[in-house]
């Protein structure tokens, strides 16, 4: 088994074949959201920049198979965690539905699904329905002994009683979308990943739900910003990529030359 490793391929042959069993620490997935379609895009929107909606080959599953492969990785997933291990999983409305079966079918106990609040979040262009402005994170553990570190979840969260004190966190988190300095371009200035991940979000999943040493595995990496916070704090990291595309770009970022 390697650490701090990225390992190339499919999560689910890989987490299957190359992954020790009851071995992980703490899961964070941000799995296809199967919600790619159409390549809908609003050039010149003169609050934010272009908006380019996601449309990804790796993004495209029929909604038969989907369940499918949501089975199949979370499954992996279970079986590669420690008993006392958490599961992190990013959905939208697209598929959280699938992901929440699924972690009901492995008897996972789900402790918090968090709200998370995109602040910049982009416009509706067909003007039909409301704004889209959310995301969720469902937190679920495999038994019982999972990590919360409580009093890091009052130090890091930006929200404070009204007399400055520190105060418990809630399940709703206000994070923009990735822009300025965090987001990954490339030289002609446009997103390397469509779906980068805030830095935040990671932070505060990282180091409430493990501690220093702990194993952070992430089966679908992208841009690598899981195995980033995971290596600023401390932690190991195993990332799955299949896209090398991708890999390359995460491996640029954690600086591992080749
Ligand atoms: C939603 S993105 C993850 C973005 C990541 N959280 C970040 O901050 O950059 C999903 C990623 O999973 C990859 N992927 C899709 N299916 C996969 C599979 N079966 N095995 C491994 N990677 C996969 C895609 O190439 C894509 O980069």
Redesign the pocket.
Known sequence: MKFNTIYK????EILNKDIEKNLIDLIFA????NLSGNALKWVGNKTGGDWNMVN?N??KIPDAEYLK?TKN?IGNCYNVLKKSGSIWV?SSYHNIAEIIITLKRFNFKINNIITWYKTNAMPNMTKRVFTHSTEFVIWAVKGSGWTFNYETAKEINPEKQKNGEIKQMRDLWEIPLVQGKERIRGEDGKAL?P???PEEMLKRIILICSKEGDIVL?????????AIIAQRFGRKWIG????KK?VKIAEKRLCIKK
């Open positions: 391929g499919d999560c689910i941000d799995p296809p959201y990804e790796w993004d492969f990785w990013a990943h779906t980068q991940k992430d089966p679908f990496l992208g841009s690598g910003t899981t799955i990529e299949k896209e991708y």
